[in-house]
């Protein structure tokens, strides 16, 4: 099937979230680990605003202070009156072990000076109590308290004393924060790590898989396509897992800590504070919405442009022969102008949701400044508090304000992760039987025999002119040659890719050594096959490289003899680096005479019994082609080899010519037998000598 981007309608989907999790299967200690230490981070963002609050309402400006009275002698007074010590419970307020202290009071900030109240026990921070100082005493909401100032020096040992614990404070900040740094560092690259551990095993199983796939998968699938499902569909994976899914989860367990924190403080000021939530759960839904729909196009219009890229530079040579650059720009021009105007209206989506949830933030932060800064005022709530309101609002908004990238990551990682999977899914055509059969390699005789093959590139064909081949029916064997003409569209190329089983007959049987090829397993059967094609690929790397095609098995030895053997070594020993010469991708910086030498060296390395030579000496200068016919004559002794050639001089020798016309075989003789019979090879051949 050809995989169309317009199918992909789904922006979340369980199965596809399960498959993704198996995968990560193999990384759950990693995962894990990677869990645990956001879960220290997401700690240390719901704490960094609370310490903000006890350091601003118990040390920096405190409207009253907890202490406790006790002996002068005792170690813990921080200074004495009236010959009673004065203990602060400072920072383990909440684990203070009162017991040894029989009473306790508070010290007030009043207008001018610090006063003692040492028969009342509540904090008067935050109270909203009406507060006022008489002669000596304090009236708090109409009841009388003894109220008695404290000295500069006094006053100067309580802010000394507030001064440390502040810097307790700092100090125990700074190395939480510095813990967190560690814990953070180690969450990210610990994330990042698996995250890329996953994705190496997804492409790598991709890769596995488009490399086994039949020739009519690549003949139906765009090369641009699937270059992006191995490339950028799994880079959207891997944004997944780093900056989604994990998280996510984190800024779920934020926005809900933030709450309960919140909560615990004092639940109007929350209340005031997520008061625009409806708004901002209507945003995100009608977000998700539009945003899926754009990037559903965005999809489509990327892979488009892909695919035609691809095409384009494939085709560069012929783009610039026929001078249809212009052309071609326009085709092009039409494609990027449709992707440009869909990724506008992807923006637009976007830039509308940012703003927005800023406007709902604005509203928040606003209410809460006007009914928390008034309440501040009137001593109902504390500073510390709003303050604290202030950065907890910020820290619950902010994730939601990066659900729009998320989402747009999310989007993509879905279609991608779809896309990715109907390919895993796509099961190739030719395939192993269930008890495939092998060949020894030493009894192996490579006999051929085609017995009224039928075969169409279509999968369904209906009518008989839908058929390449058309009851084809020959045999060839052991050691024997065989040639392959005819005119083009004839089948020729179409039985060596049938030989090869790149694709499945519909009707018919063809056998090596007498066994049906579909019983065969694949690799033991093109093991056996070499073949030389007119284009020849070479790969990005060295000579030796593109000869040995990266099995270590055939030495740099054998290499140089085969060479030598096919005539590949004279040209070879000129290059300034020989052997190690680095070769560009599809060789483009050798002749096409020395990429078939490379060729022929290549087919002899692995030593095939059947060997398959298309069209191997057309378009060759006379010279080359010499060359070339000397290392044809050299590599088809003692093997079976089928020729495909247009050139008929090349052919004379072989031990049996095939002649093809419209998929059905014609003629069958060898060279001088089809002269004789004056038939269409003879035809054949009088177009090519007639001027001899």
Same mark, same amino acid.
């Given at each position: 099937?050809?995989?169309?981007?317009?199918?992909?309608?789904?922006?979340?989907?369980?199965?596809?979230?399960?498959?993704?999790?198996?995968?990560?299967?193999?990384?759950?200690?990693?995962?894990?680990?990677?869990?645990?230490?956001?879960?220290?981070?997401?700690?240390?963002?719901?704490?960094?605003?609370?310490?903000?609050?006890?350091?601003?309402?118990?040390?920096?400006?405190?409207?009253?202070?907890?202490?406790?009275?006790?002996?002068?002698?005792?170690?813990?007074?921080?200074?004495?009156?009236?010959?009673?010590?004065?203990?602060?419970?400072?920072?383990?307020?909440?684990?203070?072990?009162?017991?040894?202290?029989?009473?306790?009071?508070?010290?007030?900030?009043?207008?001018?000076?610090?006063?003692?109240?040492?028969?009342?026990?509540?904090?008067?921070?935050?109270?909203?109590?009406?507060?006022?100082?008489?002669?000596?005493?304090?009236?708090?909401?109409?009841?009388?308290?003894?109220?008695?100032?404290?000295?500069?020096?006094?006053?100067?040992?309580?802010?000394?004393?507030?001064?440390?614990?502040?810097?307790?404070?700092?100090?125990?900040?700074?190395?939480?924060?510095?813990?967190?740094?560690?814990?953070?560092?180690?969450?990210?690259?610990?994330?990042?790590?698996?995250?890329?551990? +996953?994705?190496?095993?997804?492409?790598? &199983?991709? !890769?596995?898989?488009? #490399?086994? =796939?039949?020739?009519? *998968?690549?003949?139906? @699938?765009?090369?641009?396509?699937?270059?992006?499902?191995?490339?950028?569909?799994?880079?959207?994976?891997?944004?997944?897992?780093?900056?989604?899914?994990?998280?996510?989860?984190?800024?779920?367990?934020?926005?809900?800590?933030?709450?309960?924190?919140?909560?615990?403080?004092?639940?109007?000021?929350?209340?005031?504070?997520?008061?625009?939530?409806?708004?901002?759960?209507?945003?995100?839904?009608?977000?998700?919405?539009?945003?899926?729909?754009?990037?559903?196009?965005?999809?489509?219009?990327?892979?488009?442009?892909?695919?035609?890229?691809?095409?384009? +530079?494939?085709?560069?040579?012929?783009? &610039?022969? !026929?001078?249809?650059? #212009?052309? =071609?720009?326009?085709? *092009?021009?039409?494609? @990027?102008?449709?992707?440009?105007?869909?990724?506008?209206?992807?923006?637009?989506?976007?830039?509308?949701?940012?703003?927005?949830?800023?406007?709902?933030?604005?509203?928040?932060?606003?209410?809460?400044?006007?009914?928390?800064?008034?309440?501040?005022?009137?001593?109902?709530?504390?500073?510390?508090?709003?303050?604290?309101?202030?950065?907890?609002?910020?820290?619950?908004?902010?994730?939601?304000?990066?659900?729009?990238?998320?989402?747009?990551?999310?989007?993509?990682?879905?279609?991608?992760?779809?896309?990715?999977?109907?390919?895993?899914?796509?099961?190739?055509?030719?395939?192993?039987?269930? &008890?495939?059969?092998?060949?020894?390699?030493?009894?192996?005789?490579?006999?051929?025999?085609?017995?009224?093959?039928?075969?169409?590139?279509?999968?369904?064909?209906?009518?008989?002119?839908?058929?390449?081949?058309?009851?084809?029916?020959?045999?060839?064997?052991?050691?024997?040659?065989?040639?392959?003409?005819?005119?083009?569209?004839?089948?020729?190329?179409?039985?060596?890719?049938?030989?090869?089983?790149?694709?499945?007959?519909?009707?018919?049987?063809?056998?090596?050594?007498?066994?049906?090829?579909?019983?065969?397993?694949?690799?033991?059967?093109?093991?056996?096959?070499?073949?030389?094609?007119?284009?020849?690929?070479?790969?990005?790397?060295?000579?030796?490289?593109?000869?040995?095609?990266?099995?270590?098995?055939?030495?740099?030895?054998?290499?140089?003899?085969?060479?030598?053997?096919?005539?590949?070594?004279?040209?070879?020993?000129?290059?300034?680096?020989?052997?190690?010469?680095?070769?560009?991708?599809?060789?483009?910086?050798?002749?096409?005479?020395?990429?078939?030498?490379?060729?022929?060296?290549?087919?002899?390395?692995?030593?095939?019994?059947?060997?398959?030579?298309?069209?191997?000496?057309?378009?060759?200068?006379?010279?080359?082609?010499?060359?070339?016919?000397?290392?044809?004559?050299?590599?088809?002794?003692?093997?079976?080899?089928?020729?495909?050639?247009?050139?008929?001089?090349?052919?004379?020798?072989?031990?049996?010519?095939?002649?093809?016309?419209?998929?059905?075989?014609?003629?069958?003789?060898?060279?001088?037998?089809?002269?004789?019979?004056?038939?269409?090879?003879?035809?054949?051949?009088?177009?090519?000598?007639?001027?001899?």
């Amino acid at each position: 099937m050809e995989y169309n981007e317009k199918e992909i309608v789904k922006s979340y989907d369980a199965k596809l979230m399960w498959r993704l999790f198996k995968y990560a299967k193999s990384q759950w200690l990693i995962l894990t680990l990677s869990i645990i230490m956001m879960l220290f981070v997401t700690g240390v963002d719901l704490l960094i605003p609370y310490i903000t609050k006890i350091a601003i309402d118990d040390y920096i400006t405190p409207v009253s202070q907890e202490i406790y009275f006790t002996d002068t002698s005792d170690e813990n007074a921080t200074f004495s009156i009236n010959s009673r010590g004065i203990v602060f419970p400072g920072l383990i307020a909440r684990t203070f072990d009162a017991s040894p202290y029989a009473t306790k009071g508070q010290i007030y900030r009043g207008p001018e000076r610090y006063y003692l109240i040492d028969d009342y026990t509540e904090n008067l921070s935050g109270s909203g109590a009406e507060i006022e100082i008489k002669n000596g005493t304090i009236l708090i909401n109409g009841a009388s308290y003894t109220a008695i100032p404290l000295t500069d020096d006094q006053t100067d040992a309580f802010k000394s004393y507030n001064k440390t614990q502040i810097l307790i404070l700092t100090l125990t900040l700074g190395a939480i924060l510095l813990l967190n740094f560690a814990f953070s560092f180690a969450h990210t690259y610990l994330l990042n790590y698996a995250s890329q551990k +996953i994705v190496y095993s997804m492409r790598e &199983q991709l !890769f596995s898989h488009i #490399e086994n =796939m039949s020739l009519s *998968f690549f003949d139906k @699938n765009p090369v641009g396509r699937l270059v992006t499902r191995v490339s950028n569909d799994m880079e959207n994976i891997n944004e997944m897992f780093t900056n989604v899914i994990v998280t996510s989860l984190k800024d779920f367990l934020l926005l809900i800590g933030t709450v309960v924190v919140m909560l615990m403080i004092n639940w109007k000021l929350t209340l005031i504070a997520l008061s625009t939530m409806p708004l901002v759960l209507f945003s995100a839904q009608i977000f998700r919405m539009k945003a899926r729909a754009v990037q559903r196009q965005v999809k489509i219009k990327i892979a488009k442009i892909n695919a035609t890229l691809a095409e384009n +530079i494939n085709g560069m040579k012929i783009i &610039q022969i !026929f001078n249809r650059q #212009e052309t =071609m720009f326009n085709e *092009f021009d039409t494609i @990027n102008a449709d992707y440009l105007k869909s990724s506008i209206d992807e923006t637009k989506v976007y830039a509308i949701f940012r703003p927005t949830m800023n406007f709902a933030y604005s509203i928040s932060l606003s209410l809460l400044l006007w009914f928390g800064g008034g309440d501040a005022l009137s001593n109902l709530v504390e500073l510390g508090v709003l303050v604290a309101f202030v950065s907890y609002t910020q820290q619950f908004f902010r994730p939601i304000m990066d659900l729009s990238e998320k989402f747009n990551v999310f989007q993509s990682s879905m279609a991608s992760a779809e896309r990715i999977f109907m390919l895993l899914d796509e099961e190739t055509t030719i395939c192993n039987p269930p &008890q495939p059969k092998r060949f020894e390699a030493d009894a192996f005789r490579g006999e051929i025999e085609f017995d009224n093959v039928w075969f169409s590139y279509d999968e369904n064909p209906k009518e008989v002119e839908d058929y390449v081949l058309k009851g084809v029916s020959f045999k060839i064997k052991k050691g024997e040659s065989m040639a392959l003409v005819g005119a083009t569209g004839s089948g020729k190329t179409t039985i060596i890719s049938l030989l090869n089983r790149f694709y499945d007959i519909q009707k018919g049987r063809i056998y090596i050594d007498g066994v049906e090829i579909r019983d065969l397993e694949i690799e033991s059967l093109r093991s056996q096959i070499g073949i030389v094609l007119q284009d020849v690929f070479l790969f990005a790397g060295d000579i030796k490289g593109n000869i040995r095609l990266n099995d270590e098995n055939i030495s740099d030895e054998r290499i140089h003899e085969i060479s030598k053997y096919v005539n590949a070594d004279g040209f070879i020993c000129k290059l300034p680096n020989k052997y190690d010469q680095e070769v560009t991708e599809r060789g483009s910086t050798l002749s096409a005479g020395q990429r078939q030498l490379l060729s022929f060296a290549r087919a002899l390395a692995f030593d095939p019994k059947i060997l398959i030579l298309d069209e191997a000496t057309s378009n060759i200068d006379t010279e080359t082609e010499l060359l070339i016919q000397d290392a044809i004559n050299k590599i088809i002794h003692g093997r079976t080899t089928v020729i495909v050639a247009h050139r008929l001089s090349t052919i004379q020798h072989v031990d049996k010519i095939i002649v093809m016309s419209k998929g059905e075989i014609v003629e069958i003789g060898n060279h001088q037998e089809l002269l004789e019979k004056g038939g269409m090879y003879y035809d054949l051949y009088k177009l090519q000598y007639k001027d001899n």
